[in-house]
């Protein structure tokens, strides 16, 4: 340290001398700091904002990192443009505190973070609101803890998603551009244009959103930054149009794709980490009707059987393994719905075959009597129902809140309309005796 001290010391001396060359010191290749860097929050819902470094090479890039990061997508990095001064974390826990983390990015080093804290408050969460489809093609909101009359969000909402704060996103009519209705109000304006969309709009928590490119075919991600759309997985290549995909609320986003005998998927963990994995079938494949994802990255696939039967049953892949497995034994009549936690699969009484229904002589109990509860660890329970009567035979999805409600459309007397199961099972509520397609909870 003495020796240290001489060398600058001398150095200094050398300076004032005129004995060195005169030329400026090399500038930095590593940014400052972020400036002014905040949080502002509400309940689970947090805005960090920051301005640019006051010195340094020029800025690339943000990254803002959460701690803890469980339930955030992108394992709670967020990669940002250098244009971007701000960022939004929605699903934190009552009570947790979080720290926030900024930090520039130049084109050879990472500046030092700056870092922030949140603690999500006490007071009772926001609850989530339910959205649907009604028969006009109209996007209607519900609230999630009462059976009051629904509002209208946005007309020619075929294809809508929403996020967490309540904003709806609906593709343009001509499938090249994103609309987005706040959800306080107001006037629809365009997020993203110049892209080719499909009439079937996702989104995690975050707010990210996604779709299947109508040219390539790839799910394609559009960062809630304002960063350009990238892809995140594909389905490979797609036989007989038996492909589906979902995404998970922590941004967990997966391509199942049916082939002839053998099912491939492709997971993007919240990470960002790709896995694909194909696995065969025993015999003549199914066709997925519906996919579900907890944020786990366990899967759970309504299929449609080929045959006289009409079976529409409910299977499972675990996260990581490459096997479909039935979730019950019996067949039933099956309505499912997935939070991030579990699976929630309401099932009837009993079951007849499409055969004996076409004939007249299925004469059997119809109501939906159990509700068999699957977590993301494997473990499960049931619970009894009462009020409510499946409708059709078909692969029927629903939605579950995070609490454990599930809400489902029933196409056909005497239940027809959009009903609401308490998570602890009883009585189903009747919401509205109108029909709703493409169900949200957010």
Known sequence: ??????????????????????????????????????????EGDADVTWGAPRSGPRVTGYTVTVTPAESQPNGGVDRL??????????????????????????????????????????????????????????????????????????????????????DVFVPSADLTSILMYPAG????????????????????????????????????????????????????????????????????????????????IAQRSATGVLTVRAFSYGGVYPVVGGLQSDDSGNLY?????????????????????????????????????TNSTSLRLLRSAEWCTQADELSGTCDIDRSLATELVVGRDGTRQTVPVSGITAGSRGSHVGVATEAGDVFIDVDRAPSAGLWRVPAAGGAAQQVSTAQFTRLLVI
């Open 1 to 42: 340290m003495f020796k240290s001290m001489l060398t600058i010391a001398a150095a200094a001396a050398l300076v004032v001398g005129g004995a060195l060359p005169a030329h400026a010191a090399p500038a930095s290749s590593t940014p400052s700091a972020p400036t002014s860097v905040r949080v502002t929050g509400s």
């Open 81 to 166: 443009p250098a244009t971007a001064r701000w960022d939004h974390f929605g699903a934190l826990r009552t009570g947790t505190t979080y720290t926030f983390a900024v930090r520039a990015v130049a084109a050879k080093q990472t500046g030092p973070a700056v870092s922030v804290k949140y603690t999500a408050t006490s007071a009772a969460p926001t609850p989530q609101a339910l959205f649907a489809l009604d028969a006009q093609g109209s996007v209607v909101r519900f609230s999630t803890g009462s059976t009051t009359t629904g509002t209208t969000v946005a007309t020619n909402g075929a294809g809508y998603t929403a996020d967490d704060r309540g």
């Open 185 to 264: 109000g107001g006037a629809a304006r365009t997020v993203a244009t110049g892209l080719h969309l499909t009439a079937d709009l996702r989104s995690d928590v975050a707010g990210n959103l996604y779709w299947a490119d109508s040219v390539s075919g790839s799910v394609t991600m559009l960062p809630i930054d304002g960063s350009a759309p990238r892809v995140v997985a594909d389905f490979g290549t797609v036989q007989y149009g038996k492909h589906a995909w979902v995404v998970s609320r922590n941004g967990i986003v997966t391509a199942y794709n049916n082939s002839p005998f053998e099912a491939r």
């Open 301 to 337: 696939l309504t299929l449609s059987q080929d045959g006289r039967d009409g079976q529409y049953p409910w299977v499972e892949v675990r996260a990581g393994e490459s096997a479909l497995t039935r979730l019950t034994t019996s067949d039933a009549f099956e309505y499912g719905a």
